[in-house]
């Protein structure tokens, strides 16, 4: 079974642009929640979604959004990026919602 | 509040047992976790335990949950220096849909 893929892994945006990031979780998982990772916040939670819907969001600025189709990929997208938006940004996967959560790889994002 | 805390830095030697502990704010948590995070990589599920129960063993890793105290441990047995990675543990509070909340995650050093 394939894991959870992240796309891309690597991605230099410039201040003021806008990302996107996809996340295609395990097959059969339907519930996918994205992190941030930075060395002085650590992780922290963005937001949730199971069939199509947001459960539950972290506290972040209406920058940081997110959707999840039918198929149950998510995207989450940054608008009008700032530096301080540079980090690693990880999705996990679960076959229903709070039991065990399996992560990708991750996409690093540095905004210049 | 939502806190999970750890200590930052542990070194021992190969062969030796580890243990690294946390301390988590909700008791109706129902699931804790341990993850690894190995340098430029996502995080990988180490193992998990439920909230009823007071052990759990998986190969060389045990996980020791004491739910009074609210304390978690992760024991690895005869350590490698492949265990060398930052191991971070994390709580679903109650009522929360998906957010797990981590810990700073504790450096562990396997010195030859």
């Known amino acids: 079974k394939a894991g959870v893929t992240q796309t891309p892994r690597y991605l230099i945006k410039t201040r003021g642009q806008q990302v996107t990031l996809s996340c295609s979780p395990i097959s059969g998982h339907r519930s996918v929640s994205w992190y941030q990772q930075t060395p002085g916040q650590g992780l922290q939670f963005l937001f949730e979604?199971?069939?199509?819907?947001?459960?539950n969001k972290g506290n972040f600025p209406g920058r940081f959004s997110g959707r999840q189709f039918s198929n149950s990929r998510s995207e989450m997208n940054v608008s009008t990026l700032e530096l301080g938006d540079s980090a690693l940004y990880l999705c996990?996967?679960?076959?229903?919602?709070?039991?065990?959560?399996?992560f990708g790889q991750g996409t690093r994002l540095t905004v210049v | 509040g939502e806190d999970v805390e750890q200590s930052l830095f542990l070194s021992v030697r190969e062969g030796d047992s580890s243990v690294i502990n946390c301390t988590y704010t909700d008791s109706s948590s129902t699931y804790l976790y341990w993850y690894k995070q190995e340098p430029g990589a996502g995080l990988q599920l180490l193992t998990y335990i439920f909230s009823n129960m007071d052990m759990k063993q998986d190969q060389r890793l045990t996980v020791l949950l004491n739910k009074k105290d609210k304390h978690l441990s992760l024991r690895i047995a005869d350590t490698q220096t492949g265990d060398s990675a930052i191991y971070f543990c994390?709580?679903?509070?109650?009522?929360?849909?998906?957010?797990?909340?981590f810990g700073q995650g504790t450096t562990l050093q396997v010195k030859p």
């Open positions: 994390a709580e679903i509070p109650s009522g929360n849909t998906g957010k797990l909340i």
């Open positions: 979604y199971f069939s199509e819907t947001q459960r």
């Open positions: 996990a996967s679960s076959p229903i919602v709070n039991t065990e959560a399996f």
